[in-house]
């Protein structure tokens, strides 16, 4: 009987991985199937510009994984049972299971809530493409008559609020953050946020926490209530709760605990990849949740099952953090490069130059989810006796 490997999740981490994993096994030695609640890849990196209402490239699944013997199928996940190798799964037929030998847990995060009441019921996200279709519509039922509160000060509330001013003008636009509004960035490329958010007419209240979310404002520690008719969560991600539930080793925010390897410490038949990894990066501190991560995890968790598998060496990839490209609407961006102790440098590029380099960035990372190869053939590796 084949060895059954199963993938979850098909975003920048899962569908680059199945797809490497299918153009260098033996399909009569493996089977690949990969559970995604959408049929689609969903280029997360863009789910700003959905929300403010761009249109992007529609790229179904069975594109992505054309001329590979996956099988695509299409589910909520809702569980795992290690032991048992199962998961479980539900869609519009109802609930199954899923028998797996190996597994490769690659589900992603969700915007984080941080415990703050009343986000579930009143706030809107972008980190996910449901979520980021109900903001849309919401910001098109405002028209040009209406109050936008974006909450976060970090890369995804920046990409966030520029877009959305961009793309709605009539809106008035406010964000706030508990800290600074880029207050990590090197000088030059802080100043040239600031200047957008300025020339986008954006109000920004910094060193301002809020405490709770209601129906039409959100509300701050020292009682100051922001009207808004529509409030963004943007202030971090949170790995789905799944792992911890299924009862795999996780550290204390959720992401699962692996080896250099990409292996559960708990369970080594478990490999993991994208954001819901727990990994030291090159520079002594945990690599952020961010595509570009989701880039050397993913190399590193294949490789790994691969070597397991097959008997062959398993390379170690190295785990690089370089820097932030940061999107300021369109035609404007940052790219801010950090040393090697992940502290930003004095310089960074700006401008138009930044934005098309972004824009580029983004085709190539999707791109590579269906050329994970770079054009380099494939191999049909079969499995160890
Ligand atoms: C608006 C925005 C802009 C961003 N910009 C950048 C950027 O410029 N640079 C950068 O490096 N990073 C950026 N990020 C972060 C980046 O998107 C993530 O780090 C990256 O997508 C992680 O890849 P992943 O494969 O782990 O997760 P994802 O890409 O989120 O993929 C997870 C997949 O799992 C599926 N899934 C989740 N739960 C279930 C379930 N229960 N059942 C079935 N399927 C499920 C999802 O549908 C999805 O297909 C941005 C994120 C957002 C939201």
Redesign the pocket.
């Known amino acids: 009987m084949p060895h059954r490997i199963v993938v979850?999740?098909?975003?920048?981490?899962?569908?680059?991985s199945a797809n490497y994993l299918a153009r260098q096994l033996d399909p009569d030695d493996f089977t690949i199937t990969v559970?995604?609640?959408?049929p689609d890849?969903?280029e997360?990196?863009?789910?700003?510009q959905l929300a403010a209402g761009q249109e992007l490239r529609h790229r179904p699944l069975t594109d992505v994984f054309a001329g590979t013997d996956i099988r695509l199928r299409v589910?909520?996940?809702?569980g795992i049972d290690p032991g048992q190798r199962t998961v479980s799964?539900v869609d519009d037929t109802g609930g199954d299971q899923i028998r797996y030998d190996t597994l490769l847990y690659?589900?992603?995060?969700?915007?984080a809530d941080h415990g703050i009441p009343g986000v579930a019921e009143h706030a809107f996200h972008?980190?996910?493409?449901p979520a980021?279709l109900r903001l849309r519509a919401r910001l098109d039922e405002l028209g040009d008559d209406g109050k936008v509160l974006v909450v976060g000060g970090n890369?995804?509330a920046i990409?966030?609020v520029t877009e959305i001013a961009e793309s709605r003008p009539g809106l008035r636009i406010s964000l706030v953050t508990s800290g600074e509004l880029g207050g990590w960035l090197g000088q030059k490329a802080r100043r040239h946020l600031l200047r957008a958010v300025d020339r986008f007419g954006i109000t920004v209240h910094e060193n301002t926490t809020i405490e709770r979310v209601e129906a039409s404002a959100a509300v701050a520690t020292d009682g100051t209530a922001f009207v808004s008719d529509a409030t963004v969560m943007?202030a971090g991600?949170a790995v789905?709760p799944?792992a911890a539930a299924s009862g795999l080793a996780v550290e204390p925010n959720g992401q699962i605990t692996v080896d250099r390897q990409m292996r559960s410490v708990s369970h080594p038949d478990v490999y993991v990849?994208?954001?819901?990894v727990f990994i030291i990066g090159n520079n002594g501190q945990p690599l952020?949740?961010?595509?570009?991560?989701?880039g050397p995890t993913?190399k590193q968790a294949a490789a790994a099952i691969i070597g397991d598998r097959t008997g062959r060496r398993i390379p170690t990839i190295s785990m690089s953090y370089v820097g932030?490209?940061?999107?300021l609407g369109r035609k404007d961006a940052v790219y801010q490069l950090v040393d090697k102790q992940a502290r930003s440098k004095p310089g960074a590029l700006r401008g138009r130059t930044a934005a098309r380099v972004?824009s580029a960035?983004?085709d190539t990372a999707a791109w590579a989810v269906s050329h994970p190869t770079f054009g380099k053939p494939g191999h049909n590796y079969a499995a160890a006796e």
Request: overall charge positive; glycine content about 8%.
């Open positions: 979850l999740g098909a975003g920048y981490a899962g569908a680059f559970v995604n609640a959408e890849f969903v997360r990196l863009r789910l700003h589910a909520r996940i809702t799964v690659a589900l992603g995060s969700t915007a972008v980190a996910a493409r980021a890369l995804t990409e966030a943007a991600f789905h799944i990849a994208g954001d819901s952020p949740m961010s595509c570009a991560s989701a993913s932030n490209h940061i999107s972004k960035i983004l």
